[in-house]
């Protein structure tokens, strides 16, 4: 047998591997100029903030405690959507099936279609939020009313010092009785004889009623004489002897007051 020579040996083996790359060649070829296959995108919407507030509901009416529920939501249909989808190139069939083009008149009805639908639900949303905004400033406004109310008793209630005194516009108060009330008396009255009565020989006891009004620095404002004493200077002498007392200035709780006192003056001869 013929033996065979190295260079014929390498040329079967060169030729066999460069068949084999070439076959591999043409398949990878095939495989890169594949199209690859498209999945249909996801498409995001943004709502705006007060459609947001709206969709939450909610809102103080007048019992302050009911919450009204949000706008309902309407989107397009199925049927706008995908022609929108179709018309963009992002449905699931086109990603299998893409058609050459579409006729102006159809993607203009889809664009339509979708965009109203859509236009629809904002308007709803925006109708809902301003009711929503309504009934929370009626509830509001009817809290502010019960607060204002409240307030003005409580102050009513805190400025005033309660049954028996009356305000005498300038954050002081005149009390009805002294009954009640701590005082210091400074300089009592001093009641002495009258010389007419004495001249004339006359020489009772004589009690002198009067009611008298301490002012607010304790000094006696008003003195007036309620009973019917002898026409001897028994009237008079009362009169001189109340004037002439002093009290210490007098508070009740904090606050300066007036305080009118009823004094029994007994004369002795």
Known sequence: MKKQSWNYYFAMAAGTHGLVLALLAVAGLGWLSGEPEERPAIEVGFVAEAAVNGMAGGSSGEEGNKKSPGPKIKTASVAAVEKLQNLRGHSLENAQKRPDKMTAAAAEA??????????????????????????????????????????????????????????????????????GISYQVLQDANAIYPEEARSIGYSEAVEVVARIMVGLDGSVESVTIVSNPPPLGFREAAQEALWSMRFAPIYYQGVNIRVPFEKHLIFQP
């Open 110 to 179: 889809a664009i339509a279609e979708a965009a109203a639908a859509l236009d629809d639900a904002g308007a709803e949303a925006g109708t809902a939020e301003g009711k929503n905004g309504a009934d929370s400033a009626a509830g509001t406004s009817g809290g502010s009313g019960t607060a204002a109310g409240t307030g003005g008793s409580g102050a009513g209630q805190s400025s005033g010092l309660g049954d028996g005194f009356t305000a005498n516009g300038d954050g002081t108060y005149t009390a009805a009785s002294a009954e």
